[in-house]
């Protein structure tokens, strides 16, 4: 199916151990972004990417790893997960400026 | 750092009644976008305005983007319980999105 896919979608790991969620999107979009969303801060981004190899750290990059080596794939990584990484974690694509987001459902992460 | 503030955090209305919420920043963005998640979803996309002063519609949704391209709103006429819901602004500065904290609407039938 076309879109954008999420997986897992619930995911319970233990501190200090490394985890990585998958995203994985149809459309061929250049651009592709991962924000986390809590209450209190809403949803901030996390690293993006305007292109296969290209990485850029966005607001709350530390403990977090990606790669991007095909154009459909963006995974994240937590090297070492903590609790304060406990959220929800939404991948999104968009083909550049002015052209809007679509976002996956989401992967709902626990560290305990 | 871009920062938007969203408001009311929170609305609880009656069906067939207006409502507005706005999105502030000090900061000029190159475009502005409104987004609604439902519960367990990701956002969706429900516009983009991009010109100063831009107004656009989405049935009973009115859209518009501040003259400086600084802040917006977004006008629901006669809400219905389909419109519950978080709405979320968000920002457009080099192809990333500096989101709002978002306003959760409750429409009551």
């Known amino acids: 199916d076309a879109g954008i896919t999420q997986s897992p979608r619930y995911k319970i790991t233990e501190t200090g151990r490394q985890v990585t969620l998958m995203c994985h999107q149809t459309?061929?979009?250049?651009?592709m972004f991962w924000y986390r969303q809590d209450l209190g801060h809403g949803l901030r981004l996390i690293y993006y990417?305007?292109?296969?190899?290209?990485?850029d750290k966005g607001e709350v990059p530390d403990g977090y790893v990606v790669s991007r080596s095909k154009t459909e794939n963006f995974p994240l990584t937590l090297e070492s997960a903590t609790r304060s990484q406990t959220s929800v974690y939404f991948c999104?694509?968009?083909?550049?400026?002015?052209?809007?987001?679509?976002f996956g459902s989401g992967t709902r992460l626990t560290v305990v | 750092t871009q920062l938007l503030e969203q408001s009311p955090q929170f609305l609880s209305i009656q069906e067939g009644e207006n409502l507005t919420v706005y999105c502030n920043s000090s900061s000029v963005f190159s475009s502005l976008q409104w987004y609604r998640q439902e519960p367990g979803e990701g956002p969706v996309l429900l516009v983009t305005?991009?010109?100063?002063?831009e107004v656009k519609k989405l049935k009973r949704l009115t859209f518009q983007f501040g003259d400086a391209r600084k802040d917006s709103s977004l006008h629901i006429t006669a809400a219905q319980p389909g419109d519950t819901g978080l709405y979320l602004c968000?920002?457009?500065?080099?192809?990333?999105?500096?989101f709002g904290a978002g306003t959760i609407l409750r429409v009551k039938s």
């Open positions: 999104a694509s968009s083909q550049g400026q002015g052209y809007g987001y679509t």
């Open positions: 305005v991009v010109t100063g002063g």
């Open positions: 990417s305007a292109a296969a190899d290209i990485t």
């Open positions: 459309w061929s979009h250049s651009y």
């Open positions: 968000a920002g457009e500065y080099g192809n990333k999105l500096v």
